[in-house]
């Protein structure tokens, strides 16, 4: 199994201990109250007072601008710097002897509303609750339950919901309620309640209130298309039973399904054929990109609407994509205007949240650079519904990288996107969004790469990013018509920026990463890309092409073009059955491209040949239909640069060996003194 401990956020100042020996009478616990401030530390009142009380009814402590400020200073602008508590700030109060089971309550009071706090309570030397003060007045309520011995707890089943048939981990996260230190611990997981996985962990220094990240040690290998659930729990802790078991077990629904199949090498071989799936009588106004909501979703498509700074962006779901019972579903948030404001792109993550990066400068629209990118629920039950909160329904949003032309997802809540204000890519996690219209942002991850300096054509045409499964971030960068790739397992942490208008807990520069200009030559507005295995999908807006590419080298090879015809092409998506897609932005469109079997057959009045399988591995078999007399026939087999690689003479039927030649597209001739026909022939290893 591997594992590793993290410090849940916001404890770590205060990982020192606390007497709660001797302290308090009997039926009662020792409790202190931490207080977290950031840019108004002095704007600041709160009170401790039993159940949920008003405040002032009972108080039992009042902590914070005492000397300006009382239960009634909810926004009563008073409060001056030097009183109460200082700007980014710890403080630690108490401890206070509180009755043991009973439930008390913070009263916080803001005399600004523009303040941002965060409050643990501690019992037991353990932080057993942490609170987030935004709104300029909140009742936080908790009750006075010590942690126990011993308490495990699995939070997150990791693994995603949709899988293919290869084998795969089942991953997750384990929190330790407990007050013990943890070395020792089984940790196990079930389908459908059958065989019991064990995986026995030593070695560890689990410590109180901190999370473990793990990956059991048995490999799962997931049933053919079905879904089943997935049953994780946690027990014998340094050889002891689990005191509490409210929390010890957590389950999941899988779905399996078949991997997408490869098949970008018919492309070059086959002719294409446009399907129109869906256009302006759609609601598609200005499409920017689309993916799919999962390969297994049935084909699922969601396509992303720019729009324009008066219709603000918006999206349309097509289910059924491309089949004769497609339905089209137009939605748009009440909150648009801010949240997703000319959304330049959209990806889908592996929890089946999605997210939209956003070409505003300021997603406010005034003259600022408060924008980036927004994270979005693909549940219909939330996105664009009414919610709890008074901001739409958007799951979480951070603002630092206006001009955002990109979004690719990583994994859960974590996503990389082209920052084109600040010209460098950029890596984003939102971690534990603050549910639908709310607005706490401040746990969200920023790191921003600076070794690269992007350059965007404009705020219209997109710069798409893609990540393939190696870690690769193949990046799309027009201004410099350029195709770059970068390993994002490179780099360190070497300073940090300042976030404008906004806390978040981690803003770092990173630089030392591995990188280099992927594709340099060919491309003249390059916009979309996907990836599929060793291929690369990359659109250019200026003509309509799609161009294909092998990455298996240190730069990217071109195979060949579908020419779509059209300028405007945006992003491009292989889709769950392999094949392509794509949105034209000029033209309100999205296509499919479909394959029709048999360019490789050069027929003319002179004969035939067909070469089969193509693409072919080891073996290619060449049937030839001539008037030729002459039995024998001449192949000559040349690379794209017109390298001859291959000649061999046959008979009009053979079998080639053609095992030594390396991966790539070539142009096989046949012929004789009277007949003489070419062929495209990929070959893939």
Request: with cysteine; proline share 4%; glycine share 8%.
């Amino acid at each position: 199994m591997k594992y590793q401990i993290t410090l849940v956020l916001f404890i770590i100042v205060f990982l020192f201990s606390f007497n709660t020996s001797g302290q308090c009478p009997v039926g009662t616990d020792s409790v202190y109250t931490q207080v977290a401030t950031t840019n108004r530390g002095y704007e600041v009142y709160w009170d401790l007072v039993p159940d949920t009380n008003l405040c002032g009814n009972g108080t039992i402590f009042s902590g914070g601008n005492t000397a300006q400020m009382n239960c009634g200073s909810v926004n009563a602008n008073i409060a001056t710097p030097g009183n109460g508590y200082a700007n980014y700030d710890t403080i630690t109060e108490g401890p206070f002897c509180l009755t043991t089971n009973n439930t008390y309550s913070i009263r916080f009071i803001d005399d600004s509303g523009a303040s941002d706090n965060h409050f643990t309570v501690i019992i037991k030397g353990q932080p057993v609750y942490q609170f987030h003060a935004l709104e300029n007045e909140l009742l936080f309520t908790f009750s006075i339950i010590p942690p126990l011995e011993y308490d495990l707890g699995v939070k997150k089943i990791s693994t995603t919901s949709y899988v293919t048939t290869n084998p795969l981990s089942i991953s997750g996260k384990i929190f330790n309620y407990s007050y013990t230190t943890i070395q020792s611990m089984d940790i196990h997981y079930s389908i459908n309640n059958g065989v019991v996985n064990t995986d026995q962990v030593a070695g560890l220094n689990f410590s109180p209130y901190t999370e473990l990240n793990f990956i059991h040690a048995t490999l799962f290998a997931p049933p053919a298309n079905s879904t089943y659930v997935v049953k994780v729990w946690v027990d014998n802790m340094n050889g002891n039973a689990d005191l509490n078991h409210n929390n010890d077990t957590l389950y999941k629904v899988f779905t399996t399904g078949n991997p997408v199949p490869n098949i970008v090498d018919q492309y070059l071989v086959n002719t294409p054929a446009f399907l129109l799936v869906a256009d302006a009588s759609d609601q598609l106004y200005r499409p920017s990109d689309l993916d799919f909501h999962t390969v297994l979703s049935n084909n699922e498509l969601w396509i992303t609407n720019m729009g324009d700074i008066v219709s603000h962006g918006s999206t349309v779901t097509l289910y059924n994509a491309g089949t004769p019972s497609q339905v089209a579903l137009f939605r748009q948030d009440i909150a648009s205007d801010h949240f997703m404001i000319l959304p330049t792109a959209l990806a889908f993550s592996d929890n089946t949240n999605f997210a939209n990066s956003s070409a505003a400068l300021d997603a406010h629209m005034g003259s600022g650079h408060f924008a980036g990118p927004a994270l979005w629920s693909s549940d219909s039950l939330i996105y664009c519904q009414p919610g709890p909160g008074p901001l739409g329904s958007h799951l979480d949003m951070l603002h630092q990288s206006p001009n955002c032309m990109g979004i690719a997802a990583e994994h859960e809540n974590a996503f990389w996107v082209y920052d084109g204000y600040n010209q460098a890519i950029t890596w984003y996690d939102f971690q534990q969004d603050h549910g639908p219209g709310y607005d706490d942002h401040t746990d969200g991850l920023i790191r921003r790469y600076t070794d690269v300096t992007l350059s965007r054509l404009n705020d219209s045409i997109p710069n798409h990013l893609v990540l393939d499964e190696a870690g690769m971030l193949y990046v799309v960068d027009n201004g410099n018509a350029r195709v770059i790739k970068m390993d994002t397992h490179t780099g360190s942490v070497t300073g940090s920026f300042n976030p404008y208008q906004e806390y978040v807990t981690e803003h770092s520069i990173v630089t030392g990463t591995t990188w280099n200009n992927f594709i340099s030559t060919g491309l003249v507005q390059p916009c979309g890309i996907d990836v599929i295995g060793n291929r690369l999908i990359v659109s250019d807006f200026s003509n309509g092409d799609i161009i294909i590419y092998d990455t298996s080298n240190s730069t990217g090879m071109e195979l060949g073009r579908i020419q779509t015809g059209s300028p405007g092409v945006a992003g491009v998506k292989v889709g769950p059955d392999g094949k392509l897609w794509y949105v034209n932005q000029l033209e309100n469109k999205v296509f499919k491209i479909d394959i029709t079997v048999g360019l490789n057959n050069d027929y003319s009045e002179g004969g035939s040949i067909s070469l089969y399988p193509n693409p072919a591995k080891n073996i290619l078999y060449i049937r030839t239909n001539t008037k030729s007399t002459n039995d024998k026939l001449n192949v000559h087999i040349s690379n794209l640069l017109g390298q001859q690689v291959f000649n061999e003479v046959i008979y009009k039927d053979a079998a080639l060996n053609i095992a030594d030649l390396k991966e790539g597209v070539y142009v096989v001739s046949v012929s004789d003194a009277d007949f003489v026909k070419t062929s495209k022939l990929v070959i893939s290893k």
